[in-house]
């Protein structure tokens, strides 16, 4: 049997949950973002059987069949989802305005995405002074880098802490830290969680 031919096989509830289950087993995912996977699934499966790639109230039924059923054996919680992307965006330097913007593209509410971020607020204290101390140890940036300050390189730092949604304040606060403070600010804040 030829990929193409295994790919246009008939869509059926049982073949969406199956395909549920396995992205489920690789990746966690929100309810929203399971939905479009599920949804490009079944379009690829049309696509590959020469149909029209539209879905119809019946796959949409199926869809969210799967979902109720994924959400309610707890395959699938957009708070947990939502805390636990939270933290690894920290961890890897996100401002809190990237935090957001990545979440809302996987589909959570505004309101939950407020509440895991207060939830990391009381949890570490100042997450966005973690989250800045830890984009310039991973950038190598002031007190962490090892090439010859000036003028010119640390505009450069300030704009890339700019885009990456850091104020102003916060980038030169971090920018003007010694190393052992940036780092007591990243290892007391991680022996916390």
């Not at 969210?64 to 330097?93: M, N, P, W």
């Not at 101390?133 to 010859?148: K, L, P, Q």
Request: glycine share 4%; charged share 35%; with cysteine.
């Amino acid at each position: 049997m030829t990929t193409k031919n295994r790919k246009a096989g008939k869509i059926t509830p049982d073949y969406l949950r199956n395909a549920t289950y396995r992205y489920l087993e690789r990746y966690a995912s929100s309810e929203d973002n399971l939905r479009r996977v599920l949804r490009q699934k079944i379009k690829r499966r049309l696509m590959a059987a020469d149909q029209a790639a539209d879905l119809t109230a019946e796959h949409e039924g199926w869809i969210e069949d799967v979902v109720q059923h994924c959400r309610k054996h707890a395959l699938i919680d957009d708070e947990l989802y939502a805390l636990s992307r939270a933290r690894s965006f920290l961890r890897t330097g996100n401002s809190r305005a990237k935090i957001i913007q990545k979440l809302l593209a996987k589909g959570i509410s505004r309101d939950l995405i407020d509440r895991v971020l207060a939830e990391l607020v009381d949890e570490m204290g100042d997450s966005e002074l973690f989250a800045a101390a830890s984009y310039v140890r991973r950038r190598r940036f002031g007190s962490f880098s090892t090439r010859a300050a000036d003028d010119a390189r640390r505009q450069k730092e300030m704009a890339s802490l700019a885009r990456a949604g850091f104020s102003f304040d916060l980038s030169r606060r971090v920018l003007d830290s010694d190393r052992d403070e940036l780092e007591d600010i990243l290892y007391g804040m991680t022996a916390q969680q």
